[in-house]
Nanobody, 115 residues
Framework: VQLVESGGGLVQPGGSLRLSCAAS????????MSWYRQAPGKERELVAA????????NYADSVKGRFTISRDNAKNTVYLQMNSLKSEDTAVYYC?????????WGQGTQVTVSS
């Protein structure tokens, strides 16, 4: 199982980024996917989650209305569109899934929101 994030970077407040997570080694369309983030000195927190077929999503209150999670099961990829970014969104963003009792994390991608 491999999850590889991309798309992070430095962006000004109010800007946008789209993160991607390319999955391999398992039947992607059969599993829900999530994005987590971890800011310096803070615990890792759930940002957004999406069901296996993409019909159900949920978001942390702090990102509702600004972030959108989506997936393309033909490309084995999950996305996180982040708009109206704030300095408090600065964190390492991780892709996550759980396959039975096995939890799977990507290596993370850094998002820095700063002027």
């Amino acid at each position: 199982v491999q999850l590889v994030e991309s798309g992070g970077g430095l962006v000004q407040p109010g800007g946008s980024l789209r993160l991607s997570c390319a999955a391999s080694g398992f039947t992607f369309r059969g599993f829900g996917m999530s994005w987590y983030r971890q800011a310096p000195g803070k615990e890792r927190e759930l940002v957004a989650a999406i069901s296996s077929a993409g019909g159900s999503t949920n978001y942390a209150d702090s990102v509702k209305g600004r972030f959108t999670i989506s997936r393309d099961n033909a490309k084995n990829t999950v996305y996180l569109q982040m708009n109206s970014l704030k300095s408090e969104d600065t964190a390492v963003y991780y892709c996550y899934t759980r396959i039975g009792s096995v939890t799977c994390w990507g290596q993370g991608t850094q998002v820095t929101v700063s002027s």
